[in-house]
T-cell receptor
Framework: DGGITQSPKYLFRKEGQNVTLSCEQN?????MYWYRQDPGQGLRLIYY???????QKGDIAEGYSVSREKKESFPLTVTSAQKNPTAFYLC???????????FGQGTRLTVV | GESVGLHLPTLSVQEGDNSIINCAYS??????FIWYKQESGKGPQFIID?????DKRQGQRVTVLLNKTVKHLSLQIAATQPGDSAVYFC????????????FGAGTQVVVTP
């Protein structure tokens, strides 16, 4: 089936650790995105990538890093510099401008 | 410490009735709009989209209306069913912004029997 796969579904991190969230798509989409969702709120853009080997900061990029070495993959690293990382993280992809974004099922990250 | 979750606006609808969910968008230059449905613990699902050169678009049981004069978007769901219970988000994007969506805060729809 075509789609976006995020893993793991649940992730626990100790304070001071970096963790990496996986996002893979087989839709042949050029653009990929990472959003953060806090309880009872909308989605906020962390990073996005329009093509391989290129990515741009979104509205809340501080404390996060990404890479885009392959078209299919756009991993997100939550670094120890992110002061409040507990949230629901959503990856999405789209074909290009003015096209719908397809979302994965999310990763819930909790700092313990 | 942990952030306190905000209470989403809630729309309570009786099964079989029509639902209308409203959204005020922020940027008058936005030219593409999408409605998403999000069930608890899942990613958003596309419902319907509309471009700024249109004021109405219909899908299966859903209609989106766009009023650019007042920057208002609405989603109408006909004959609301229990499976329609979810949080609904509107999202806007600018031309050539490569799908960078700006999301509204969302509306919780609760369908009662």
């Amino acid at each position: 089936d075509g789609g976006i796969t995020q893993s793991p579904k649940y992730l626990f991190r100790k304070e001071g650790q970096n963790v990496t969230l996986s996002c893979e798509q087989n839709l042949n989409h050029d653009a990929m995105y990472w959003y953060r969702q806090d309880p009872g709120q909308g989605l906020r853009l962390i990073y996005y990538s329009q093509i391989v080997n290129d990515f741009q900061k979104g509205d809340i990029a501080e404390g996060y890093s990404v890479s885009r070495e392959k078209k299919e993959s756009f991993p997100l690293t939550v670094t120890s510099a992110q002061k409040n990382p507990t949230a629901f993280y959503l990856c999405a992809s789209s074909m290009g401008p003015e096209t719908e974004a397809f979302f994965g099922q999310g990763t819930r990250l909790t700092v313990v | 410490g942990e952030s306190v979750g905000l209470h989403l606006p809630t729309l309570s609808v009786q099964e079989g009735d029509n639902s209308i969910i409203n959204c005020a968008y922020s940027n008058s230059a936005s030219d593409y709009f999408i409605w998403y449905k999000q069930e608890s613990g899942k990613g958003p699902q596309f419902i319907i989209d509309i471009r700024s050169n249109m004021d109405k678009r219909q899908g299966q049981r859903v209609t989106v209306l766009l009023n650019k004069t007042v920057k208002h978007l609405s989603l109408q769901i006909a004959a609301t069913q229990p499976g329609d219970s979810a949080v609904y988000f509107c999202a806007e994007t600018l031309r050539d912004s490569w799908g960078k969506l700006q999301f509204g805060a969302g509306t919780q729809v609760v369908v009662t029997p």
